[in-house]
Nanobody, 123 residues
């Protein structure tokens, strides 16, 4: 499985941004795709995840209600729509693939990672 994250950028607080994780490889639809983020001087933490087979979703409490994760089957991407962005959302965002779904929140269970994409929220 190969993953490529894109869509980061600079946005004002309260604004929106959409990240995409493009997946390829023979078996990517067998995985759960998760987004993690790593802020300056911080550890990488779970943000959201979606299972490619049944679209089950998980969110961290810090983004629930503001972020929406979804699958675009036509483009083979997992998108993360981020609304009402806050300064503390500033981070490098990474997408990864894990199986089974019950490991979605556990970073060290992930089998594959894409490169990060920088999101900077300004005041």
């Amino acid at each position: 499985v190969q993953l490529q994250a894109s869509g980061g950028g600079l946005v004002q607080a309260g604004g929106s941004l959409r990240l995409s994780c493009a997946a390829s490889g023979r078996t990517f639809r067998s995985y759960t795709i998760g987004w993690f983020r790593q802020g300056p001087g911080m550890e990488r933490v779970f943000v959201a995840a979606i299972d490619w087979r049944d679209s089950s979703t998980l969110y961290s409490s810090s983004v629930k209600g503001r972020f929406t994760i979804s699958i675009d089957n036509a483009k083979n991407t997992v998108d993360l729509l981020m609304n009402s962005l806050k300064l503390e959302d500033t981070a490098v965002y990474y997408c990864g693939a894990v199986s089974p779904y019950r490991y979605a929140r556990i970073q060290n269970k992930y089998n594959f990672w894409g490169q990060g994409t920088q999101v900077t929220v300004s005041s």
